[in-house]
């Protein structure tokens, strides 16, 4: 391997690292705020029933669903100007 390569590949390394330094300190407060939390509370048990969703939750999946009629209705609409059949129904 030659000098070139070799300074490439160093350069490539230490980009990585850097991007890797930076990815980690993205996820660094969520791992602090989880070590804080006793054992019990980070992990899911088996034996608990599921949670009903949140108002939050269910307004979130009625806008999608909302979306998902907005975009199916427009596929329609596309279609019939183009005379041809848009989307996946």
């Known amino acids: 391997m030659d000098n070139s390569q070799r300074a490439l590949r160093r350069a490539a390394a230490e980009a990585f690292s850097q991007s890797l330094e930076q990815l980690g300190g993205c996820f660094e ?3 602090e ?3 804080a939390q006793p054992f019990e509370a980070q992990s899911v ?3 608990s029933a599921p949670q009903p ?3 939050t939750e269910i ?3 009625q ?3 909302d979306a998902a009629a907005d975009i199916e209705q427009l596929f ?3 279609g019939r100007a183009t005379g041809r059949k848009v989307g996946g129904s």
């Open 45 to 47: 048990r088996a034996d």
């Open 76 to 78: 329609q609409q596309i």
């Open 59 to 61: 307004t979130s999946l």
């Open 53 to 55: 969703p949140t108002e």
């Open 29 to 31: 407060p969520e791992s």
């Open 63 to 65: 806008a999608l669903e």
């Open 33 to 35: 705020a989880m070590a």
